[in-house]
């Protein structure tokens, strides 16, 4: 469903060039829960974006279900993006004004999605009691679990999720596990980066990333 082959990524600050990503690969099975792991500035954050073609890789290139994502117009990724992922990455999820809910309904409005199962949605990301509250009402544990629910309000077929569980007790991560167990059944893939070893658990493969380079575990 997803594939990346030799991503490369390298940012200028002045004179200086640092190498976010060197030569990543990876591949996304029907079905799979991967979890990508590392330390703080290892790449996680910036492989993600790649992936889903919110930053473009300096070399290498990704295909999503066949179709290239990467060295595209804008429009087309954003296509492919509506089309195949939900994303839920550590900020830009929600719209400020909007309440917890709201930010839900707009998502499915948007993908012309069932307007339905919002309730329940929350309740499994454990914020039913905050669905009324706006984002700056937000813990970072719970801004994190409202941008994973607009993330599957539509049931996407690739979730890509940056850190979902942190911040979070052990019942309400259970139940994230949950429903990424459930995505599984249903054939969808899930690639979360994390540092939680019950997530690393759950998954099926763990990628490590280590400056910039992946290797399987």
Do not use: W
Request: negative net charge; charged residues 25%.
């Amino acid at each position: 469903m997803l594939e990346a082959h030799e991503l490369y990524r390298f940012f200028h600050i002045g004179d200086d060039e640092t190498a976010a990503l060197r030569g990543v690969s990876l591949r996304l099975g029907e079905g799979e829960v991967v979890a990508i792991m590392g330390p703080s500035g290892s790449g996680k954050t910036t492989l993600l974006s790649c992936l889903t073609g919110l930053d473009e890789p300096d070399g290498g290139h990704v295909m999503v279900n066949g179709e290239r994502i990467t060295h595209r117009a804008e429009n087309a990724r954003a296509r492919i993006r509506a089309r195949d992922f939900g994303i839920c990455l550590q900020s830009g999820n929600l719209f400020g004004h909007l309440t917890v809910r709201e930010n839900i309904e707009l998502q499915k409005a948007l993908a012309r999605s069932d307007p339905g199962n919002i309730e329940t949605l929350l309740e499994n990301v454990g914020l039913q009691h905050r669905a009324d509250a706006l984002p700056a009402e937000l813990s970072g544990g719970e801004t994190a679990r409202a941008g994973l629910a607009v993330a599957l309000a539509t049931d996407p077929p690739i979730l890509i999720a940056d850190e979902p569980t942190a911040e979070v007790d052990a019942e309400t991560e259970n139940k994230i596990l949950e429903l990424f167990a459930e995505r599984r059944g249903q054939g969808k893939a899930t690639l979360v980066a994390t540092h939680s070893q019950a997530l690393a658990m759950h998954a099926d493969r763990i990628v490590r990333l280590h400056d910039g380079k992946v290797s399987d575990a």
